[in-house]
């Protein structure tokens, strides 16, 4: 990896293809809309599942759970308020967080956490 942007796409990637593995159908990738920004949206037994993929390098000094902090929680709880009003929310969702590192010899490691986030909508 030679740099940050790099880092992400790639497991954006490694997830995207983690989650086809598992049954989950992917309805969109970077959705983006004004300043809000999800990373994957995907489906899965009739429920939309809000996906942040947060990538580390796995020398680094800091996991990358620890970057999904309460700024960047409340940035997703936005997004997916943006994202139901736009497609309709006459369906089950929740906030899922997928953490990847990737070692120098290209393996690779994720840890996908289901229900992250609590919503009262």
């Known amino acids: ?4 942007a790099e880092t992400g796409r790639l497991g954006e990637e490694l997830v995207v293809q ?3 593995r598992n049954g989950f159908l992917i309805a969109e990738r970077n959705w983006r809309n004004g300043s809000h920004e999800i990373d994957i949206i995907a489906l899965r037994r009739g429920t939309v ?4 993929v ?6 680094g000094l800091t996991s990358p759970e620890s970057a999904f902090n309460a700024a960047k929680r409340r940035a997703l709880l936005r997004a997916a308020a943006v994202y139901m009003a736009r497609a ?3 369906c089950e969702f929740q906030f899922d967080l997928a953490a990847v590192e990737l070692a120098p010899d290209h393996t690779h490691e994720i840890r996908y956490f289901e229900s992250v986030i609590e919503s009262n909508w």
Request: charged share 20%.
């Open 54 to 59: 947060k990538t580390r390098s796995a020398t």
């Open 49 to 52: 599942h809000f996906v942040e």
């Open 1 to 4: 990896m030679t740099n940050t």
């Open 18 to 20: 983690y989650l086809r």
């Open 88 to 90: 309709g929310s006459g």
